[in-house]
């Protein structure tokens, strides 16, 4: 991307990709080095910015902020840290049900590590390739000194709504369809005998 971080889609169109996307068709392309089209991600480093400094500087979808990484150890910002929460994920083709990447969910403290200090609604989910699918189109050219492009991550950076906190916890959101179906549900629990 160019200098110019403030990221702006053409009007109509959504940025709303789903993890396998977010691995094939835009980290194995950026590890690798090659064009990706539309190039609309910028490269951000983590640490500096706290979750709400990234309006601005990474794309924005809606609530969702993307941006690619280097992957580091250190998610420290000026004002607290990134906790990891649980395992990783692996994110899985549609198609052919091949692993391809891991997600991992991280959460944002304000305060200092390693004291847990005041857990934030805002979540990360960081985005990275296998260890051999980053290197394997690349390995082919020997005679070239390779630069380690294995270490880009994507992130996708969200702040959980308060209510959410009995949901289960993946960052997705459910449609319309979803929550009338679950609320008959409900319905059904209630109702009253014959």
Not at 15 to 36: G, I, M, S, W
Not at 112 to 139: C, F, H, K, V
Not at 140 to 150: E, I, L, N, T, V
Request: glycine share 6%; charged share 30%; net charge negative.
């Amino acid at each position: 991307m160019g200098d110019n971080n403030n990221v702006n889609l053409p009007p109509g169109f959504r940025f709303y990709p789903t993890d396998e996307e977010l691995v094939v068709h835009f980290l194995q392309r950026k590890a690798n080095l090659l064009p990706c089209h539309p190039d609309v991600i910028p490269d951000l480093e983590l640490y500096p910015y706290d979750p709400w400094e990234l309006h601005g500087r990474a794309l924005a979808e809606g609530k969702q902020w993307y941006y690619y990484s280097r992957r580091t150890q250190n998610r420290v910002t000026s004002n607290g840290h990134w906790m990891p929460m649980g395992m990783e994920e692996p994110v899985i083709t549609s198609s052919s049900n091949k692993r391809v990447g891991m997600k991992k969910y991280y959460v944002f403290h304000v305060g200092e590590a390693p004291d847990a200090g005041n857990t934030t609604n805002w979540i990360m989910q960081e985005y990275r390739l296998l260890d051999s699918a980053s290197s394997s189109r690349s390995s082919r050219r020997r005679s070239q000194p390779k630069p380690d492009h294995s270490k880009w991550v994507i992130c996708r950076v969200y702040e959980r709504d308060n209510d959410d906190d009995d949901d289960d916890g993946d960052g997705t959101e459910l449609s319309c369809l979803d929550e009338v179906f679950l609320s008959l549900d409900d319905l059904d629990e209630i109702s009253l005998p014959n």
